[in-house]
């Protein structure tokens, strides 16, 4: 069973530019999440979905991030424009059975803004 | 607001020894699970192991256990016949029971060296 993808894996940029990252989820899962890891630190989540529904996106700031999943599948997260302290590997992470399902996590896709 | 803390940045262990990671957490819930994710320097995070807060008994998944005292907020693990491939940065991470929420809660993670 193929895992959770995530592209591209590693992205640099200028400030002020625009990104975005895609992820395609574990097949038949319903729950996905994004998670920002800074530097030496643990992940923090960004904003989850059951299905195609954003049902938390508190800790996503919404001045610049946006995220969308059309059709329950694939997600793509946004970030117009980054900053220099977007600077961090952005993980995708997928459940079959909703919320209280074991997470399985993509590779990440590590952003370097300059 | 429910914490997690990792004290040991770094540790290091010697082939086929044992090496015990620590973790504490602070929640006020009484329901909530509890793991502990791999982080090898590809950044695919793995499970290694969850715990359930209800059970009492220690949860272990061949080398790897866990020694949960959940009056103590503690849950530490347990690598046993360490090898290179163990190493990694593990992270431990705490979610609640309730909530609707699915949220991991990670802390700043140990990064663990093992030598030949």
């Known amino acids: 069973e193929a895992g959770v993808v995530q592209s591209p894996r590693y992205k640099i940029i200028e400030k002020k530019q625009p990104v975005a990252f895609w992820c395609n989820p574990i097949?038949?899962?319903?729950?996905l999440y994004w998670y920002r890891q800074n530097l030496g630190q643990g992940p923090e989540l960004l904003i989850r979905?059951?299905?195609?529904?954003?049902?938390?996106d508190s800790q996503l700031p919404k001045d610049r991030f946006s995220a969308e999943r059309l059709k329950g599948v694939d997600s793509t997260l946004k970030i117009q424009p980054a900053e220099l302290g977007d600077s961090a590997v952005y993980l995708c992470?997928?459940?079959?059975?909703?919320?209280?399902?074991?997470?399985?996590f993509g590779p990440g896709t590590r952003l370097t803004v300059l | 607001a429910q914490t997690v803390t990792q004290s040991q940045p770094e540790m290091s262990v010697q082939e086929a020894e044992t090496v015990t990671l620590s973790c504490t957490y602070d929640?006020?819930?009484?329901?909530?699970?509890l793991f502990w994710y791999k982080q090898p320097p590809s950044r695919q995070m793995i499970l290694v192991i969850r715990?359930?807060?209800?059970?009492?008994q220690n949860a272990t998944e061949n080398r790897f256990s866990v020694n949960f005292q959940k009056a103590a907020k503690s849950f530490s693990l347990k690598i046993s016949d360490s090898q290179l491939g163990d190493a990694a940065m593990y992270f431990c991470?705490?979610?609640?029971?309730?909530?609707?929420?699915?949220?991991?809660?990670f802390g700043q993670g140990t990064t663990l060296q093992v030598k030949p």
């Open positions: 715990q359930e807060a209800y059970k009492q």
């Open positions: 992470a997928t459940a079959g059975q909703g919320w209280a399902d074991t997470q399985y």
């Open positions: 991470a705490y979610r609640s029971a309730g909530g609707n929420t699915g949220k991991l809660i």
């Open positions: 929640t006020s819930e009484s329901d909530y699970y």
């Open positions: 097949s038949g899962h319903n729950t």
């Open positions: 979905y059951e299905n195609e529904e954003a049902v938390d």
